[in-house]
Protein backbone atom coordinates (compact mmCIF):
# COMPACT_ATOMS: atom_id res chain seq x y z
CA UNK A 1 0.00 0.00 0.00
CA UNK A 2 0.85 3.40 -1.07
CA UNK A 3 2.42 5.70 2.17
CA UNK A 4 -0.71 8.18 2.94
CA UNK A 5 -0.29 11.81 4.21
CA UNK A 6 -2.16 13.90 6.53
CA UNK A 7 -3.04 17.81 5.08
CA UNK A 8 -4.78 20.11 7.49
CA UNK A 9 -6.01 23.32 6.60
CA UNK A 10 -6.30 25.81 9.55
CA UNK A 11 -8.21 28.87 8.84
CA UNK A 12 -9.40 31.47 11.21
CA UNK A 13 -13.50 30.11 10.04
CA UNK A 14 -13.16 26.74 8.90
CA UNK A 15 -11.02 24.14 9.04
CA UNK A 16 -10.34 21.32 6.92
CA UNK A 17 -8.09 18.00 6.94
CA UNK A 18 -7.88 15.16 4.43
CA UNK A 19 -5.65 11.88 4.02
CA UNK A 20 -3.98 12.59 0.32
CA UNK A 21 -1.64 9.47 -1.24
CA UNK A 22 1.53 9.43 -3.03
CA UNK A 23 0.13 10.84 -6.26
CA UNK A 24 -1.72 13.51 -4.23
CA UNK A 25 -4.86 11.97 -4.52
CA UNK A 26 -7.58 13.34 -1.98
CA UNK A 27 -8.75 9.73 0.01
CA UNK A 28 -11.07 11.51 2.26
CA UNK A 29 -11.47 15.04 3.42
CA UNK A 30 -13.65 16.59 6.59
CA UNK A 31 -14.24 19.85 7.58
CA UNK A 32 -15.47 21.93 10.59
CA UNK A 33 -16.05 25.32 12.09
CA UNK A 34 -12.45 26.72 13.57
CA UNK A 35 -14.20 28.55 16.52
CA UNK A 36 -10.76 30.49 16.73
CA UNK A 37 -12.20 32.88 19.27
CA UNK A 38 -11.94 29.62 21.78
CA UNK A 39 -8.17 30.13 21.86
CA UNK A 40 -5.09 27.45 20.80
CA UNK A 41 -6.05 25.01 23.20
CA UNK A 42 -9.50 24.05 22.08
CA UNK A 43 -8.43 24.58 18.03
CA UNK A 44 -5.72 22.36 18.52
CA UNK A 45 -8.79 19.70 20.09
CA UNK A 46 -10.70 20.01 17.27
CA UNK A 47 -7.59 20.01 14.85
CA UNK A 48 -6.43 17.09 16.42
CA UNK A 49 -10.26 15.36 16.13
CA UNK A 50 -10.50 16.06 12.98
CA UNK A 51 -7.08 14.52 11.64
CA UNK A 52 -8.39 11.56 13.12
CA UNK A 53 -11.78 11.48 12.09
CA UNK A 54 -10.14 12.19 8.17
CA UNK A 55 -7.72 9.32 8.67
CA UNK A 56 -11.05 6.91 10.11
CA UNK A 57 -13.03 8.07 7.29
CA UNK A 58 -10.41 7.00 4.44
CA UNK A 59 -10.22 3.48 6.57
CA UNK A 60 -7.03 4.06 8.54
CA UNK A 61 -5.92 4.54 11.88
CA UNK A 62 -3.63 7.58 12.61
CA UNK A 63 -0.60 5.21 13.16
CA UNK A 64 -0.68 4.74 9.01
CA UNK A 65 0.01 8.31 8.23
CA UNK A 66 3.17 8.51 7.55
CA UNK A 67 3.44 12.21 8.44
CA UNK A 68 0.58 15.43 8.61
CA UNK A 69 1.29 19.09 7.13
CA UNK A 70 -0.55 22.13 8.12
CA UNK A 71 -1.33 25.45 6.50
CA UNK A 72 -1.34 27.95 8.68
CA UNK A 73 -2.49 31.43 8.10
CA UNK A 74 0.16 33.58 9.73
CA UNK A 75 3.67 33.96 10.37
CA UNK A 76 5.73 31.29 11.76
CA UNK A 77 8.85 29.26 11.32
CA UNK A 78 9.05 25.93 9.46
CA UNK A 79 12.06 24.64 11.17
CA UNK A 80 10.69 24.73 14.49
CA UNK A 81 7.27 24.34 13.84
CA UNK A 82 6.51 27.18 15.95
CA UNK A 83 3.54 30.15 14.99
CA UNK A 84 3.99 33.29 16.09
CA UNK A 85 0.63 35.29 15.09
CA UNK A 86 -1.96 35.25 13.43
CA UNK A 87 -4.78 37.98 12.34
CA UNK A 88 -7.90 35.47 12.87
CA UNK A 89 -6.65 33.32 15.71
CA UNK A 90 -7.01 35.17 18.88
CA UNK A 91 -4.15 34.07 21.65
CA UNK A 92 -1.88 32.40 18.97
CA UNK A 93 1.03 33.94 20.10
CA UNK A 94 4.49 31.67 19.75
CA UNK A 95 2.53 28.20 19.87
CA UNK A 96 4.73 24.89 19.32
CA UNK A 97 2.38 23.60 16.56
CA UNK A 98 3.95 20.96 15.10
CA UNK A 99 5.42 19.45 18.46
CA UNK A 100 2.10 19.77 20.30
CA UNK A 101 0.35 18.00 17.06
CA UNK A 102 2.79 15.38 16.74
CA UNK A 103 2.82 14.71 20.45
CA UNK A 104 -0.88 14.36 20.69
CA UNK A 105 -1.12 11.61 17.52
CA UNK A 106 2.09 10.10 17.14
CA UNK A 107 2.39 11.95 13.80
CA UNK A 108 5.08 13.68 12.18
CA UNK A 109 4.34 17.15 12.02
CA UNK A 110 5.44 20.15 9.80
CA UNK A 111 3.55 23.74 9.58
CA UNK A 112 3.87 25.83 6.29
CA UNK A 113 2.07 29.29 5.60
CA UNK A 114 -1.37 28.60 4.43
CA UNK A 115 -0.74 30.56 0.95
CA UNK A 116 2.24 28.61 0.07
CA UNK A 117 0.65 25.54 1.16
CA UNK A 118 -2.02 26.30 -1.51
CA UNK A 119 0.36 27.67 -4.16
CA UNK A 120 2.41 24.28 -3.85
CA UNK A 121 -0.95 21.90 -3.97
CA UNK A 122 -1.50 23.78 -7.70
CA UNK A 123 2.32 23.33 -8.21
CA UNK A 124 1.99 19.89 -7.80
CA UNK A 125 -1.19 18.59 -9.01
CA UNK A 126 -3.11 21.52 -10.70
CA UNK A 127 -2.96 24.09 -12.54
CA UNK A 128 0.90 24.40 -12.29
CA UNK A 129 2.10 20.46 -13.10
CA UNK A 130 4.79 20.71 -15.48
CA UNK A 131 5.93 24.41 -15.07
CA UNK A 132 9.19 24.77 -13.09
CA UNK A 133 8.63 28.54 -12.43
CA UNK A 134 5.00 29.34 -11.26
CA UNK A 135 3.79 32.35 -9.49
CA UNK A 136 0.38 31.84 -7.66
CA UNK A 137 -2.17 34.65 -6.70
CA UNK A 138 -5.13 33.90 -4.12
CA UNK A 139 -7.84 36.62 -3.82
CA UNK A 140 -9.77 36.25 -0.98
CA UNK A 141 -10.21 39.00 1.81
CA UNK A 142 -6.85 39.88 1.04
CA UNK A 143 -4.31 39.38 -1.73
CA UNK A 144 -1.98 35.88 -0.91
CA UNK A 145 0.50 34.63 -3.21
CA UNK A 146 3.43 31.72 -3.85
CA UNK A 147 6.51 31.76 -6.09
CA UNK A 148 7.75 28.53 -7.02
CA UNK A 149 11.74 28.67 -8.37
CA UNK A 150 13.37 25.65 -10.52
CA UNK A 151 10.38 23.68 -8.96
CA UNK A 152 11.04 24.39 -5.31
CA UNK A 153 8.77 27.45 -3.06
CA UNK A 154 10.46 30.13 -2.83
CA UNK A 155 10.00 31.91 1.24
CA UNK A 156 13.02 34.10 1.05
CA UNK A 157 15.97 34.83 4.40
CA UNK A 158 13.06 34.73 6.92
CA UNK A 159 10.31 32.72 5.78
CA UNK A 160 8.27 35.81 4.49
CA UNK A 161 8.78 35.79 0.70
CA UNK A 162 5.85 35.59 -1.90
CA UNK A 163 3.40 38.83 0.22
CA UNK A 164 2.33 39.60 -3.59
CA UNK A 165 -0.59 41.60 -1.86
CA UNK A 166 1.96 43.72 -0.91
CA UNK A 167 3.27 44.51 -4.40
CA UNK A 168 3.31 48.43 -4.42
CA UNK A 169 1.87 49.26 -7.80
CA UNK A 170 0.95 52.77 -7.23
CA UNK A 171 3.43 55.16 -4.89
CA UNK A 172 1.33 56.68 -2.33
CA UNK A 173 -1.82 54.98 -2.94
CA UNK A 174 -4.40 53.64 -0.82
CA UNK A 175 -3.71 52.36 2.65
CA UNK A 176 -3.45 49.15 3.29
CA UNK A 177 -4.34 47.13 5.91
CA UNK A 178 -0.14 46.65 6.67
CA UNK A 179 0.55 50.03 6.80
CA UNK A 180 1.98 51.39 3.97
CA UNK A 181 0.37 52.61 0.83
CA UNK A 182 -0.48 51.76 -2.44
CA UNK A 183 -0.41 47.56 -2.20
CA UNK A 184 -2.78 45.53 -4.60
CA UNK A 185 -4.46 44.60 -1.51
CA UNK A 186 -5.75 47.73 -1.02
CA UNK A 187 -7.14 47.55 -5.04
CA UNK A 188 -7.73 44.38 -5.12
CA UNK A 189 -9.24 42.02 -2.26
CA UNK A 190 -12.49 41.70 -1.87
CA UNK A 191 -12.52 44.40 0.63
CA UNK A 192 -11.35 46.56 -1.70
CA UNK A 193 -13.32 45.70 -4.64
CA UNK A 194 -16.51 46.44 -1.96
CA UNK A 195 -14.96 49.96 -1.24
CA UNK A 196 -14.45 51.07 -4.60
CA UNK A 197 -17.75 49.75 -5.67
CA UNK A 198 -19.55 52.24 -2.97
CA UNK A 199 -17.24 55.16 -4.11
CA UNK A 200 -18.51 55.16 -7.54
CA UNK A 201 -22.15 54.56 -6.24
CA UNK A 202 -21.55 58.07 -4.32
CA UNK A 203 -19.87 59.28 -7.16
CA UNK A 204 -23.57 59.08 -8.37
CA UNK A 205 -23.05 55.35 -10.49
CA UNK A 206 -26.26 54.37 -10.99
CA UNK A 207 -26.55 49.97 -10.32
CA UNK A 208 -29.06 47.01 -9.35
CA UNK A 209 -27.11 47.10 -6.50
CA UNK A 210 -27.27 50.44 -5.26
CA UNK A 211 -29.86 49.70 -2.57
CA UNK A 212 -27.81 46.76 -1.08
CA UNK A 213 -25.08 48.84 -0.37
CA UNK A 214 -25.08 48.45 3.35
CA UNK A 215 -25.19 44.28 2.77
CA UNK A 216 -22.41 44.64 -0.53
CA UNK A 217 -20.11 41.81 -0.88
CA UNK A 218 -17.62 41.07 -3.44
CA UNK A 219 -19.65 37.84 -4.27
CA UNK A 220 -22.36 40.34 -5.09
CA UNK A 221 -20.63 42.49 -7.49
CA UNK A 222 -19.08 39.67 -9.20
CA UNK A 223 -22.41 38.29 -10.34
CA UNK A 224 -23.88 41.54 -10.57
CA UNK A 225 -20.93 41.95 -13.55
CA UNK A 226 -21.75 38.83 -15.55
CA UNK A 227 -25.13 39.89 -15.75
CA UNK A 228 -24.04 43.21 -17.47
CA UNK A 229 -24.44 45.67 -14.61
CA UNK A 230 -22.24 48.67 -15.96
CA UNK A 231 -20.28 49.92 -12.42
CA UNK A 232 -20.08 45.83 -11.32
CA UNK A 233 -18.08 45.24 -14.83
CA UNK A 234 -15.84 48.09 -14.29
CA UNK A 235 -14.49 47.24 -11.21
CA UNK A 236 -14.04 43.91 -12.41
CA UNK A 237 -12.03 45.66 -14.95
CA UNK A 238 -10.18 47.73 -12.85
CA UNK A 239 -9.50 45.37 -10.17
CA UNK A 240 -8.08 42.93 -13.26
CA UNK A 241 -5.99 45.77 -14.52
CA UNK A 242 -4.79 46.21 -10.67
CA UNK A 243 -3.77 42.24 -10.53
CA UNK A 244 -2.28 42.66 -13.63
CA UNK A 245 0.18 45.61 -12.88
CA UNK A 246 1.62 43.10 -9.68
CA UNK A 247 1.57 40.26 -12.00
CA UNK A 248 4.03 42.23 -14.65
CA UNK A 249 6.20 43.57 -12.00
CA UNK A 250 6.48 40.11 -10.70
CA UNK A 251 7.10 38.34 -14.44
CA UNK A 252 9.92 40.89 -15.52
CA UNK A 253 11.74 39.95 -12.04
CA UNK A 254 11.32 36.24 -12.27
CA UNK A 255 10.14 35.46 -15.79
CA UNK A 256 7.71 32.50 -14.33
CA UNK A 257 6.15 30.51 -17.41
CA UNK A 258 2.56 30.65 -15.71
CA UNK A 259 0.76 32.30 -13.13
CA UNK A 260 -2.03 31.03 -11.20
CA UNK A 261 -4.87 32.99 -10.03
CA UNK A 262 -7.21 31.20 -6.87
CA UNK A 263 -9.68 32.18 -4.54
CA UNK A 264 -13.45 33.09 -4.56
CA UNK A 265 -12.97 36.48 -7.17
CA UNK A 266 -12.56 33.64 -9.77
CA UNK A 267 -16.17 33.57 -10.50
CA UNK A 268 -15.75 36.67 -12.58
CA UNK A 269 -13.61 34.28 -14.71
CA UNK A 270 -12.82 35.13 -17.77
CA UNK A 271 -14.04 39.30 -17.27
CA UNK A 272 -11.07 39.10 -14.66
CA UNK A 273 -8.82 36.57 -16.66
CA UNK A 274 -8.67 38.80 -19.70
CA UNK A 275 -8.66 42.42 -17.82
CA UNK A 276 -5.33 40.60 -16.05
CA UNK A 277 -4.11 39.42 -19.42
CA UNK A 278 -4.14 42.61 -21.69
CA UNK A 279 -2.55 44.90 -18.49
CA UNK A 280 0.67 42.36 -19.29
CA UNK A 281 0.90 42.44 -22.69
CA UNK A 282 0.22 46.04 -22.48
CA UNK A 283 3.36 46.31 -19.94
CA UNK A 284 5.58 43.73 -20.78
CA UNK A 285 7.11 42.51 -24.12
CA UNK A 286 9.10 39.25 -23.93
CA UNK A 287 8.12 38.09 -19.72
CA UNK A 288 4.43 39.09 -20.39
CA UNK A 289 3.56 37.56 -23.64
CA UNK A 290 4.98 34.07 -22.46
CA UNK A 291 3.85 34.06 -19.03
CA UNK A 292 0.55 32.18 -19.09
CA UNK A 293 -2.39 33.28 -17.08
CA UNK A 294 -4.86 30.60 -15.92
CA UNK A 295 -7.37 29.90 -13.54
CA UNK A 296 -6.31 27.27 -10.02
CA UNK A 297 -7.70 23.76 -10.68
CA UNK A 298 -8.40 22.49 -7.43
CA UNK A 299 -10.40 24.65 -5.38
CA UNK A 300 -10.68 24.14 -1.78
CA UNK A 301 -8.30 21.05 -2.17
CA UNK A 302 -5.06 23.13 -2.78
CA UNK A 303 -4.15 23.72 0.48
CA UNK A 304 -5.07 20.62 1.98
CA UNK A 305 -2.76 18.95 -1.25
CA UNK A 306 0.01 21.43 -0.53
CA UNK A 307 0.28 20.51 2.95
CA UNK A 308 0.24 16.88 2.62
CA UNK A 309 2.52 17.64 -0.25
CA UNK A 310 4.98 19.91 2.44
CA UNK A 311 4.43 16.60 4.78
CA UNK A 312 5.75 14.01 2.45
CA UNK A 313 8.95 16.05 1.48
CA UNK A 314 9.96 17.19 4.68
CA UNK A 315 9.41 13.32 5.68
CA UNK A 316 11.75 11.92 3.49
CA UNK A 317 15.33 11.73 3.33
CA UNK A 318 15.63 11.62 -0.65
CA UNK A 319 14.44 14.96 -0.62
CA UNK A 320 15.45 18.81 1.06
CA UNK A 321 12.01 19.89 1.37
CA UNK A 322 9.86 21.92 -0.83
CA UNK A 323 11.84 25.16 0.46
CA UNK A 324 14.32 27.49 -1.01
CA UNK A 325 15.48 29.63 1.60
CA UNK A 326 18.76 31.25 2.88
CA UNK A 327 20.32 30.10 6.17
CA UNK A 328 17.41 27.06 6.73
Not at 208 to 218: D, G, P
Amino acid sequence: MNSTYLGVDLGGTNLRCAVVDEENQVLSRVESPTHAHEGPEAVIDRLVAGMIKAASTAGLDLGEIRAAGIGYPGPLNQVTGTVYSAPNMPGWKNVPLADTIATKTGVTTFIENDANCAGWGEFVAGAGVGSGHMMMVTLGTGVGGAIIVDGKLHVGRDGSAGELGHVCIIDGGRQCGCGARGCVEAYASATAVVKRFTEYLDRGWVSQLAQRRETLTCQAIFEAALTGDAVAMKIVQETGHYLGIMASAVAELLNPEICVIAGGMMQAGDMLLESIRTTCLDRNDHPGRTMRIVPAKLGGNAGLIGAASHAKHSASPAHHGIRTVCGI
